[in-house]
């Protein structure tokens, strides 16, 4: 009978698939099942519609500010123009290519639309230690010769083919065409290559050889893309989300309201906005309601201070948040009778996607999470444990999802469009089994009542996207070139 009690408890919470409670009456609920002490302690990572409000207007006013020019220096949401201006509407046909790079491998893509019609090839190459550390040269040759690779495999080397290329490194970007490298990351030190534009890198590596015949036509990060990639399907879309190893926005915003746009044309009188916006709260905006285990993972990151609202929502950092309650509650006496284990107790040993696994059990069954614990060493968690186990992750989920339930319906109310698709890609929303019915829950609650919106999982975001864009580019140049 207790098992059963626990059971309607935990899937109250958890999963949102009964009639929904608000605060009070979940708190209610678990405490007859839960330990007092950790429910008690968990609180902290509860955030209620009032915390989350306050959030929202703080966001807004970033927001704000980092669309302005004499505010945007020194604004903490950058608000970068993205310089995509048009969203695919179903009648760009031809080839395209895109390139995605990230990390230590990058992926070439052709892309052939017609109307509804999508046929997509890819394939993987690898950057060798020894570029990802050499000149710039060196790397946008090695890049060059594989996309010469690609097209001569794919038959389309004698045809000039547009490309979209998604770069995931931290850029200014100055156009549609032209992005400025403002530090490596990811483990890259190429040089000479800070500073300058990377798309005439990779333009002048191409023509170097001579061979293939490439014409580089956007730059765009993964956000962009992602929001590319479900426009072409729904063209309601007007925000693109990641929620992943990191997390970041854009959204469509009007290009009057974009003061740090450069160019003179002013195109459909919208453009696609970059929030950047794990960086919120670093001036400290969101210390009222970060915790001791945000305060820990910052500290020991490799940015300390740095992407705040990052660190509280995404994959790189929650297990790690997770595994700091765990190690807190059981030196308090509070777990596994106080007795932990070395992996618990090591930093970075609780990976995120175990949290994923452990809410992927039907309530009241522990059968991941078993398995979890013994790989931890921790053989002799009880039942128990794994009731107090649980919370302790639905509480560090749900709050990741809050806070980006609060940005996104910042942005649905600042848009002001009556029926908005807000696509979304990133591990997490993809694997956490209740990552979505969380965000749509409070997003409702959040946003303006007379807004219709759905979320969007993105297939392939960042090569589909950059494609995309490459064929709306292609299809503007056409129709300019016409008139």
Same mark, same amino acid.
């Given at each position: 009978?207790?098992?059963?009690?626990?059971?309607?408890?935990?899937?109250?919470?958890?999963?949102i698939?009964?009639?929904?409670?608000?605060?009070?009456?979940?708190?209610?609920?678990?405490?007859?099942?839960?330990?007092?002490?950790?429910?008690?302690?968990?609180?902290?990572l509860v955030?209620?519609n009032?915390?989350?409000?306050?959030i929202?207007?703080?966001?807004?006013?970033?927001?704000?500010r980092? $669309?302005?020019?004499e505010?945007?220096?020194?604004?903490?949401?950058?608000?970068?123009?993205?310089?995509?201006?048009?969203?695919?509407?179903?009648?760009?046909?031809?080839k395209?290519?895109?390139l995605?790079?990230?990390?230590t491998?990058?992926?070439?893509?052709l892309?052939?639309?017609?109307g509804e019609?999508?046929?997509?090839?890819s394939?993987?190459?690898?950057i060798?230690?020894?570029?990802?550390?050499?000149?710039?040269?060196?790397?946008?040759?090695?890049i060059?010769?594989?996309?010469?690779i690609?097209?001569?495999?794919?038959? =389309?080397?004698?045809?000039?083919?547009?490309?979209?290329?998604t770069?995931?490194?931290?850029?200014?970007?100055k156009?549609l065409?032209?992005?400025?490298?403002?530090?490596?990351?990811?483990g890259?030190?190429?040089?000479?290559?800070?500073g300058n534009? =990377?798309?005439?890198?990779?333009?002048?590596?191409?023509?170097?050889?001579?061979?293939v015949?490439?014409q580089?036509?956007?730059?765009?990060?993964?956000t962009?893309g992602?929001?590319?990639?479900?426009?072409?399907?729904n063209?309601?879309?007007r925000?693109?989300?990641?929620?992943?190893?990191?997390?970041?926005?854009?959204?469509?915003e009007?290009?009057?309201?974009?003061?740090?746009?450069?160019?003179?044309?002013?195109?459909?009188?919208k453009?696609?906005?970059?929030?950047?916006?794990?960086?919120?709260?670093?001036?400290?905006?969101l210390?009222?309601v970060?915790?001791?285990?945000?305060?820990?993972?910052?500290?020991?990151?490799i940015?300390?201070?740095?992407?705040?609202?990052?660190k509280m929502?995404?994959?790189?950092?929650?297990?790690? $948040?997770v595994? $700091?309650?765990?190690?807190?509650?059981?030196?308090?006496?509070?777990?596994?009778?106080?007795?932990?284990?070395?992996?618990?107790f090591e930093?970075?040993?609780?990976?995120?996607?175990?949290v994923?696994?452990?809410?992927?059990?039907?309530?009241?069954?522990?059968?991941?999470?078993?398995?979890?614990?013994?790989?931890?060493?921790?053989?002799?968690?009880?039942e128990?444990?794994?009731?107090?186990?649980?919370?302790?992750?639905e509480?560090?989920?749900?709050?990741?999802?809050?806070?980006?339930s609060?940005?996104?319906?910042?942005?649905?109310?600042?848009?002001?469009?009556?029926?908005?698709?807000i696509g979304?890609?990133?591990?997490?929303?993809?694997?956490?089994?209740?990552?979505h019915?969380?965000?749509m829950e409070?997003?409702?609650?959040?946003?303006?009542?007379s807004?219709?919106?759905d979320?969007?999982?993105?297939?392939d975001?960042?090569?589909?996207g950059?494609?995309?864009?490459?064929?709306?580019?292609?299809?503007?140049?056409?129709?300019?070139?016409?008139?």
């Amino acid at each position: 009978m207790r098992i059963k009690r626990i059971c309607d408890s935990v899937n109250v919470f958890g999963r949102i698939e009964t009639d929904r409670l608000d605060e009070e009456d979940v708190d209610e609920t678990i405490d007859y099942h839960l330990s007092n002490e950790i429910r008690d302690k968990c609180r902290e990572l509860v955030l209620d519609n009032d915390k989350l409000r306050k959030i929202m207007e703080i966001f807004l006013d970033n927001v704000h500010r980092g $669309l302005k020019r004499e505010t945007h220096a020194d604004s903490i949401v950058k608000c970068f123009p993205t310089y995509v201006q048009d969203l695919p509407n179903g009648t760009e046909t031809g080839k395209f290519l895109a390139l995605d790079l990230g990390g230590t491998n990058f992926r070439v893509l052709l892309i052939e639309l017609s109307g509804e019609h999508f046929e997509m090839k890819s394939k993987i190459f690898a950057i060798p230690q020894h570029i990802m550390l050499g000149s710039g040269e060196q790397l946008f040759d090695h890049i060059a010769e594989c996309l010469a690779i690609f097209v001569k495999e794919e038959q =389309v080397a004698d045809q000039r083919l547009p490309l979209g290329f998604t770069f995931s490194f931290p850029l200014a970007q100055k156009g549609l065409t032209k992005g400025i490298l403002e530090r490596w990351t990811k483990g890259f030190n190429c040089s000479n290559v800070v500073g300058n534009d =990377v798309v005439q890198m990779l333009n002048e590596a191409i023509d170097r050889r001579g061979d293939v015949q490439i014409q580089v036509c956007a730059i765009l990060n993964d956000t962009t893309g992602t929001l590319m990639s479900c426009a072409w399907k729904n063209h309601n879309t007007r925000i693109g989300l990641i929620v992943g190893t990191g997390s970041n926005a854009c959204y469509v915003e009007r290009q009057e309201n974009a003061e740090m746009w450069d160019d003179v044309d002013m195109g459909s009188g919208k453009v696609s906005i970059n929030l950047e916006w794990g960086a919120f709260g670093d001036d400290g905006a969101l210390d009222f309601v970060r915790c001791e285990y945000d305060e820990d993972v910052d500290k020991n990151s490799i940015n300390p201070g740095k992407q705040k609202h990052e660190k509280m929502i995404s994959g790189m950092y929650m297990g790690e $948040l997770v595994r $700091l309650a765990l190690e807190r509650f059981t030196k308090e006496g509070l777990l596994f009778g106080g007795k932990g284990s070395d992996m618990l107790f090591e930093r970075g040993r609780f990976y995120t996607k175990y949290v994923s696994e452990i809410e992927s059990d039907p309530p009241g069954v522990f059968n991941n999470l078993r398995e979890i614990c013994e790989e931890l060493g921790l053989k002799h968690a009880s039942e128990q444990d794994y009731i107090n186990i649980r919370y302790i992750c639905e509480c560090i989920s749900r709050r990741s999802a809050h806070l980006v339930s609060a940005g996104l319906a910042t942005l649905l109310n600042k848009i002001g469009e009556k029926k908005v698709t807000i696509g979304i890609d990133g591990s997490v929303y993809r694997f956490h089994p209740h990552f979505h019915n969380l965000m749509m829950e409070k997003i409702k609650e959040l946003c303006d009542p007379s807004i219709e919106f759905d979320l969007m999982l993105s297939e392939d975001g960042s090569g589909r996207g950059a494609a995309l864009v490459a064929a709306v580019a292609a299809r503007l140049y056409n129709q300019n070139s016409r008139t």
